[in-house]
């Protein structure tokens, strides 16, 4: 039996980020606040009033 552990060795660019993890409280789950979160990243741009290209 092989079991690994694949490491994402990623280095972001300029004007990118990467989200590793994320992790929702268990007494707030189903209750979409990883929605939320990230949809968060989204709106920077709106709310910044930067356009990225």
Known sequence: ML???YTLD???GARECYIADV???PDYRGQGV???LL???GS??????CCWR
């Open 3 to 5: 079991l690994g552990l």
């Open 39 to 41: 949809q968060w990243p």
């Open 10 to 12: 990623y280095q972001p």
């Open 34 to 36: 990883g929605k939320l």
């Open 44 to 49: 920077l741009p709106r709310r910044t009033r």
């Open 23 to 25: 992790v929702v409280h």
